[in-house]
T-cell receptor
Framework: GAVVSQHPSRVICKSGTSVKIECRSL??????MFWYRQFPKQSLMLMAT?????????EQGVEKDKFLINHASLTLSTLTVTSAHPEDSSFYIC???????????FGQGTRLTVV | AQKITQTQPGMFVQEKEAVTLDCTYD???????LFWYKQPSSGEMIFLIY??????QNATEGRYSLNFQKARKSANLVISASQLGDSAMYFC????????????FGPGTSLSVIP
């Protein structure tokens, strides 16, 4: 099946710094990728839809200026958490479709800890 | 309004027994897809099974089957012959074609298999 690679898998950063998370589709082109956030023992909450060559579409309640998404190529989307604070600590995971397959492929996820 | 409901926060099943995980959904889109994903403690999202809204037959994948009752808007997952490795979080999810194919997740069910 198709592979989505996410990097880094874990990151610890100081409060006030920015962190970039990469999501790559390794063997298919993804015009659209999705970013989710998951708090412990909770479900995946969709943050935004990343569209290649255009602006991301953010879900209601997600701060656009805090969570910057760039989808510069058909195989790479990045999520930058700007001026991170401890409350941003969470599990971030991306996904993409490999049409015409029916399943969404997920990256391995990134566990962000802000200290 | 919550679109995916999973009413069982936690479930226990004896090894080798079958278990049904409930899922109900809400959509006005005639074209949609329903998924089940498994998430072990490592955090990776493992695709289990898919059911399209126009599929006439219930989907099956090995030990997994999806009991699709369209009129009731229900898509229950049946796991036969439970194994210890089945202990994990299970998420029901839905993709709506009119919502740019984004996938939204239910709250999840934690399944524990007892030896």
């Amino acid at each position: 099946g198709a592979v989505v690679s996410q990097h880094p898998s874990r990151v610890i950063c100081k409060s006030g710094t920015s962190v970039k998370i990469e999501c790559r589709s390794l063997d298919f082109q993804a015009t659209t990728m999705f970013w989710y956030r998951q708090f412990p023992k909770q479900s995946l909450m969709l943050m935004a839809t990343s569209n290649e060559g255009s602006k991301a579409t953010y879900e209601q309640g997600v701060e656009k200026d805090k969570f910057l998404i760039n989808h510069a190529s058909l195989t790479l989307s990045t999520l930058t958490v700007t001026s991170a604070h401890p409350e941003d600590s969470s599990f971030y995971i991306c996904s993409a479709w490999d049409r015409p397959n029916t399943e969404a492929f997920f990256g391995q996820g990134t566990r962000l800890t802000v200290v | 309004a919550q679109k995916i409901t999973q009413t069982q926060p936690g479930m226990f099943v004896q090894e080798k027994e079958a278990v049904t995980l409930d899922c109900t959904y809400d959509t006005s889109d005639p074209s949609y897809g329903l998924f089940w994903y498994k998430q072990p403690s490592s955090g990776e999202m493992i695709f289990l099974i898919y059911q399209g809204s126009y599929d006439q037959q219930n989907a099956t994948e090995g030990r997994y089957s999806l009991n699709f009752q369209k009129a009731r808007k229900s898509a229950n997952l049946v796991i036969s012959a439970s194994q210890l490795g089945d202990s994990a979080m299970y998420f029901c999810a839905m993709r709506e074609v009119t919502s740019y194919d984004k996938v939204i997740f239910g709250p999840g069910t934690s399944l524990s298999v007892i030896p």
